[in-house]
């Protein structure tokens, strides 16, 4: 007969005690492993696809219509018609996989096609750039994730700071919209075709307005504080600007003239780079022999 002591119970119970830790481990094991395939997968289906808002088209809208400048699209800057200028800047940015001209007019339209751009015709009743750009993302069939207004009376805009608004919109999951500002020059300060900005201590928009901003108690400019103008390029998430499409207009939005201010009046988040840059907007026609000297001190052709 034999005889079970105290110490080969306490053996055996220690072998069980293992065996069924030694079994916990393994599966934790198995499913830490698989769990690592899972998140390897899921990470390859995001390098696969570019990432967070990766998907990016540029958008130019050009109208004839303009009331400041009729026509303003087609004027000549040193030889080339401004839109073909603009695109052929906006073709240089690293970020866009597309950019296309959206147009009301069918002269735009044309001579667009005939310096190789892509054309998306859209309507008259786009009141502002993001209506246009979100009637021609429509038509584009709604394939991107990220839409750049790129204006078209900036033929010197940079395409590094298209790229920089970008990426600023793709690093920001709780802005719906990005744009970039500068330095604002004191000379400029009461000029309302000069759009200014105030950004809080995070970088994100408080307010535009075609006034000074901020405003002193003296009532003038002050050559000491650092104004910041707006360039007037922006990006939207895609699946908001078809909000914004179906937003009302706002009271702010209305007295300005501003477009992006239909954005922080209805409480959505708004990114701002700022970067050196000169700006050279044509808004009226004396505003091409300003950009034509400068394009020839840059040796700009």
Sequence with gaps: MVVCTSGSE???????????????????????????????SFFRRIL???????????????????????GKPLVQILGKPMIQRTWERAKMASTLDR?????????????????????VMTSETCKNGAERCNEALDKLGND??????????????EPEIIDGIVKALQVSPDAVFSTAV??????DGTDPNRVKCIVDNNGYAIYFSRGLIPYNKSGKVNPQFPYLLHLGIQSYDAKFLKIYGELSATP???EEDLEQLKVLENGYKMKVIKVEHEAHGVDTPEDVDKIESLM??????
Excluded at 53 to 58: A, T, Y
Excluded at 102 to 110: G, L, R, Y
Excluded at 182 to 187: A, D, G, M, R, V
Excluded at 296 to 301: D, F, G, K
Aim: proline share 4%; hydrophobic share 45%; aromatic share 6%.
């Design 296 to 301: 020839r001190e840059m040796n700009i052709s």
């Design 182 to 187: 500068t330095s604002l020059k004191p000379e």
């Design 252 to 254: 702010l939005q209305s």
């Design 48 to 70: 696969r696809r570019g990432g967070y808002r990766s998907r990016v088209i540029g958008i130019i809208p050009a109208r004839f219509a303009s009331s400041r400048f009729p």
């Design 99 to 119: 950019v296309v001209i959206a147009t009301d007019d069918d002269t735009i339209a044309k001579l667009c096609h005939e310096f190789g751009a892509d054309v």
């Design 144 to 157: 991107y994730d990220v839409v750049v207004n790129i204006q078209g009376d900036e033929p010197l805009i």
């Design 10 to 40: 306490s053996s055996g119970s220690t072998s069980k005690a293992w065996i069924f830790h030694s079994l916990l481990i393994g599966a934790a094991v198995a499913a830490a492993a698989a769990a690592a395939v899972s998140h390897r």
